[in-house]
């Protein structure tokens, strides 16, 4: 048993994160109150108003965190992971069938005035569930049993949720992959998922010659470091590569240039000679390979097959196999196409705002773009607009290095444990936070595609705020526990 | 600092949140194509306003359009010194009007900063281009164009509902979606369809100079967006045969409906009296005159008014007799001028007794139904008298009456059938017998139903057992209809039973003057209608008339109800208004036989004998 060694609330709370909590919900709640008060001008406690309703929130939410803190033995979380994850799971199934369809995705369950969206827990559940099950003495990452019930874990929820056509709750699961690299998973895995991202979206939204470039590049760069002769690349393959890049364009000027339509120099596309490039270098390769017999060169003759590959069939399935209306919705999903009013509307009336904000902002309430309903869902997922336009870059940056504060503690916090359990679900909550920070920030800045997802602790929203409270929360406590009995 | 994985995530953290806080500081600070200049106000959205969809009826004639009209915005900030009598006679309002409206924005001058506001709405093109060519004389004045209804044809004026500004409620309702001085629609199909006719608006972005004057487009119109025009809306409402039967029910109060039986569309809703279509384009200035009017024209009778049917709804107790094996086509019962129990005596015209069920229902015998209802209620079959109440009770709801038929008026009333706890309330349990429920034989008492009820009867005798849910929108490839209104449904009476009873529906209008038929004033050479009279007691003055009928006899096309207030017998008003919107729509004119009877009932009025 552990001994309990005297330490008293102030020393075993966190409390720069709770602080920093305070801080944000705050921010939130002021900027609700901001992106809706000029269509409904009313008191900032007016619970008929958004800023009301999110102000009930909040006491909920401190509610639920004092009961975390002092209430619950930061123990039964172990014991009762399973019987949530489980719960989770049904809940997720369960709205698919009973749910209320709220913007074309069934994900809400809703009675009377209160709604609640089951993929907000779920973040939570599985969360807990990774700690318990990654923190089981003989647990290890690297053995084929244990990474393949740990994915599991993860995809499961993430399927479920694609199912509710809620994609973009879905990628916030891919955050995993950060606390799965700090216990343990190969660099190289995490670089593999982020390059097929890459490609796939390069695929999608420039073209599958923009990949193929991409993926030669990254793999001859690998090469060169590999072997310690950057210098020879920088020599011999960059100008080949930049000049292989400029055909696309030497196309379209040729195409320019000549009458004729159907000249034999046009029907030559860059493709054609990215290809025959390919095949002429491609054996060398393998010959020199087969000589040095180093079988990195191998793997990376393999890994471009296997990415072209990867490339083209992303690129015949999407524009080929699918039908219309399916591409139209993958292309909405990817925020590759707005519709119904065009491509990049929501992004580019959030950048309006964010934009005119400058370098001090326009003042508390002054906002005009905002405020006048040109950006859309202004105080869910693009209240960080409200922010950019009336506190300007000094309250973007200010509210971004918040978070990274946040962040960065909660990683700290969880190093210094000593049990796996704290750990493991300290690296889930940061995360979850960073996801949400980067695709929700990224998005109303137009460096990531339009995907409806909360800014935690901000956002109006009961769901998102109640959620990303406990699970805070959570962390605290068990860092609290920790603290008293080491 | 050791290179372990706990620092490179960390230095991950900070270089992704490097990346977002350079691109804001490149979007905020750098980069001045995503700014405004100093002064808040340079960027101006002007809104563009999305065409409303249009109405059509079935045969794609427009019952509602859109015309141009043009509002007067008044900048304030930018009026200077104008010739107000110039202006006033030109946009034809009294100087005063203009004066008033200018120290009003005065007054108000701080709460309306730059902002336009509207002066005059709904200004005649004709008004506007005089305007227009004098315009350089009053800076800070100008007109925007706005697409107002326009009504081609004047048809379901009830039924289409008008639009009108929105309301604080409006838009606190849908603050994403509607501002002060939008429109919406407030009634009829422009309030059920308001999700597929408003479309969306959309603005042209331009920039103000420091003096506060447009002076370019921002970005070249980069980030304009373009109005998404309405969809339009196809009604099942034949627009010939809708004005027709309105000229029909004119100084009339009462209702005609009339519906295709074989899809539930229904063709013709006519709530009399009711509002002109004139009245529509310009509610605001009518609106007053409307409500007042003692008449009540937005009231739609034919949904919302619930009356007795009286002896339509034999056709009703004949079939649940039949169903429940307590009458067969060959029962005959006697009939001595009524039907007499105890005391008392429910009295019947004079024909000739006794008579089978056929004839029951031509010569619309009182005693026959007196003799099934009271069969219904004590056969002992289902118990009690009052567990047989409730099984009435669950038959006749089962037609559509004292329930919702779930049409699409969204005022539609459920009308009132009474069952056996009904009855304990009002006598107390077991105080009362059969004999004191005996009106309900023949549609009276504690019956209400509304027109469109009886329309709908009519339609499931026309089908012989089922029937459509009737409704007013047609689903198109855009606009979606509830799938329920494409299914049967069957009454819990057999369809076997129903061919009895249109029989005696086809001999009360087609046996010839003389025969007892109750109807053959409705008869027409070569329609067969089939039809059923019937006379309900109004205790405010005359009975109320009312006459149900469907043609052609096999395979129907229109079936029709008429109810008439104050208008008597069955046979006096509502079977002529019926059976000449059913000639009307199956022969395109109507005879010379019947030229006389048009007249009669075009030129009939008996708004004197309603006391509003």
């Given at each position: 048993m552990n001994k309990y060694n005297g330490r008293g609330l102030l020393e075993t709370i966190d409390w720069k994160l709770v602080i920093c909590y305070l801080v944000l919900i705050i921010i939130g709640w002021v900027n609700i109150y901001a992106s809706i008060h000029s269509s409904e001008p009313s008191s900032i406690f007016d619970p008929s108003c958004r800023s009301g309703k999110q102000f009930i929130w909040m006491t909920v939410s401190l509610g639920l965190a004092a009961l975390v803190l002092f209430a619950l033995n930061p123990r039964i979380y172990e014991s009762l992971s399973v019987p949530i994850y489980l719960a989770t799971l049904c809940l997720l199934v369960a709205v698919i069938f009973l749910g209320t369809e709220v913007k074309g995705s069934k994900s809400w369950f809703v009675f009377g005035p209160v709604s609640f969206q089951p993929a907000e827990i779920s973040k939570i559940a599985t969360s807990l569930m990774l700690a318990t099950v990654m923190s089981q003495s003989g647990y290890r990452l690297s053995r084929a049993r244990d990474f393949l019930i740990t994915a599991a874990i993860i995809l499961i929820p993430m399927a479920i949720i694609v199912a509710q056509s809620e994609t973009g709750s879905a990628l916030v699961y891919v955050g995993f992959v950060f606390m799965l690299y700090r216990e343990g998973l190969s660099g190289w895995i995490l670089f593999m998922i982020g390059m097929?991202?890459?490609?796939?979206?390069?695929?999608?939204?420039?073209?599958?010659?923009?990949?193929?470039?991409?993926?030669?590049?990254?793999?001859?760069?690998?090469?060169?470091?590999?072997?310690?002769?950057?210098?020879?690349?920088?020599?011999?393959?960059?100008?080949?590569?930049?000049?292989?890049?400029?055909?696309?364009?030497?196309?379209?000027?040729?195409?320019?240039?000549?009458?004729?339509?159907?000249?034999f120099i046009l029907k030559i596309q860059p493709l054609h000679i990215l290809g025959g490039v390919a095949a002429v270098l491609l054996p060398v390769f393998a010959m020199r390979a087969f000589r040095s017999g180093k079988s990195f060169l191998w793997l990376s003759i393999g890994a471009f097959i296997v990415g072209v590959a990867f490339v083209f069939s992303v690129d015949f399935l999407f524009h080929d196999v699918l039908q219309e209306h399916q591409r139209k919705r993958i292309e909405v999903l990817l925020g590759l196409k707005d519709d119904p009013t065009g491509v990049g509307y929501n992004v580019n009336q959030s950048m309006i705002a964010i934009g005119s904000g400058g370098l001090t902002g326009k003042g508390f309430l002054k906002g005009t773009q905002t405020a006048y309903g040109f950006v859309p869902e202004q105080s869910t997922d693009f209240i960080f607009c409200t922010i950019g336009e009336e506190w300007g870059f000094l309250g973007t940056a200010s509210v971004i290095i918040l978070f990274v504060f946040l962040i960065w503690k909660i990683i700290l916090d969880a190093e210094h444990c000593r049990e796996a359990f704290t750990r493991i679900y300290g690296y889930c909550v940061a995360s979850c936070i960073f996801m949400h920070l980067f695709i929700n920030i990224g998005m109303t800045i137009g460096i990531m595609p339009v995907i409806g997802i909360p800014l935690p602790f901000i956002s109006y929203g009961g769901s998102s705020l109640v959620t990303f409270t406990v699970m805070l929360f959570i962390f605290i406590a068990l860092v609290k526990n920790e603290k008293k009995y080491f | 600092m050791k290179i372990d994985r706990r620092n490179k995530i960390l230095a991950g953290l900070t270089i992704a949140a490097s990346i977002l806080i350079v691109r804001l500081f490149i979007i905020q600070i750098v980069d001045d194509s995503y700014k405004t200049d100093a002064s808040n106000n340079s960027m101006v959205h002007a809104v563009i306003y999305p065409t409303r969809g249009i109405i059509y009826d079935r045969n794609g004639r427009i019952l509602v359009g859109n015309k141009v009209a043009y509002d007067m915005l008044v900048t304030p900030k930018e009026v200077e010194e104008f010739d107000t009598l110039e202006l006033a006679s030109i946009l034809e309002v009294t100087p005063d009007f203009i004066r008033e409206k200018m120290n009003g924005y005065y007054r108000d001058r701080r709460k309306i900063g730059y902002r336009s506001v509207v002066m005059l709405s709904h200004l005649p093109p004709e008004i506007f281009m005089k305007f227009a060519e004098v315009s350089y004389k009053f800076p800070g004045f100008r007109g925007q164009a706005r697409n107002i209804r326009d009504y081609p044809y004047d048809a379901g004026g009830n039924l289409l509902g008008y639009i009108s500004e929105v309301s604080a409620d409006d838009i606190k309702r849908h603050p994403d979606i509607y501002k002060p001085g939008d429109y919406i629609g407030k009634t009829g199909i422009e309030a059920t369809c308001e999700d597929y006719l408003r479309g969306e608006k959309g603005y042209n972005i331009y920039l103000r100079n420091s003096r506060n004057r447009i002076e370019t487009r921002y970005k070249d119109g980069e980030m304009d967006k373009e109005a998404i025009p309405g969809n339009d809306i196809v009604t099942t409402i034949d627009a010939e045969l809708q004005h027709y039967g309105q000229e029909l029910m004119r100084n009339k109060v009462g209702s005609l409906v009339a519906i295709e039986p074989s899809t539930g569309e229904i063709l013709t809703l006519v709530s009399s009296p009711g509002i002109n279509v004139d009245m529509l384009a310009d509610i605001g200035k009518h609106y007053g005159e409307i409500a007042s009017d003692p008449y009540k024209p937005m009231f739609n009778r034919a949904v919302q008014s619930s009356y007795p049917p009286g002896s339509v709804f034999k056709l009703v107790n004949g079939l649940i007799g039949l169903q429940e094996g307590l009458v067969t086509p060959d029962t005959e019962y006697p009939c001595r001028m009524g039907y007499h129990f105890g005391r008392s005596k429910l009295g019947c015209h004079a024909h000739r007794s006794p008579i089978n069920l056929e004839e029951s229902i031509m010569m619309s015998c009182n005693a026959y139904y007196c003799y099934v209802f009271r069969d219904i209620l004590e056969s002992g079959k289902h118990g009690s008298v009052a567990e047989s109440m409730d099984v009435w009770n669950r038959y006749v709801q089962s037609f559509g009456f004292g329930r919702k038929l779930g049409s699409d008026f969204p005022a539609e009333l459920g009308g009132f059938i009474p069952d056996s706890r009904y009855y304990d309330s009002v006598y107390g349990k077991g105080a009362w017998k059969a004999t004191t429920v005996i009106s309900l034989s023949i549609g009276q008492g504690e019956i209400g139903c509304t027109p469109l009820h009886l329309a709908n009867l009519c339609a499931t005798m026309a089908n012989r057992g089922f029937y459509y849910i009737p409704h007013i929108i047609r689903g198109t490839d855009k606009v979606h209809i509830d799938p329920k209104y494409y299914e049967r449904q069957y009454t819990m009476v057999d369809t076997s039973h129903f061919p009895v009873m249109v029989e005696g529906m086809y001999r009360a209008v087609n046996s010839g003057y003389g025969s007892g038929g109750t109807a053959t004033i409705a008869a027409v050479k070569g329609?067969?209608?089939?039809?059923?009279?019937?006379?309900?007691?109004?205790?405010?003055?005359?009975?109320?008339s009312v006459f149900i009928c469907f043609a052609p006899k096999d395979n129907p096309k229109i079936a029709v109800a008429a109810y008439v207030e104050h208008g008597s017998f069955g046979a006096r008003w509502a079977a002529p208004i019926a059976s000449l919107l059913v000639e009307k729509y199956l022969a395109g004119e109507i005879g010379d036989d019947r030229k006389a009877l048009e007249t009669r009932v075009l030129e009939g009025n008996l708004m004197d004998k309603v006391k509003p």
């Open positions: 097929a991202i890459t490609l796939f979206i390069t695929t999608l939204t420039v073209s599958s010659y923009a990949s193929v470039m991409i993926l030669a590049v990254v793999i001859t760069i690998c090469n060169a470091l590999f072997s310690g002769k950057f210098r020879q690349w920088l020599k011999i393959y960059l100008p080949a590569f930049i000049l292989l890049g400029a055909l696309p364009f030497l196309h379209d000027w040729l195409a320019g240039m000549t009458d004729n339509p159907g000249a | 329609l067969d209608i089939c039809g059923k009279t019937g006379t309900a007691q109004n205790p405010r003055g005359d009975d109320n």
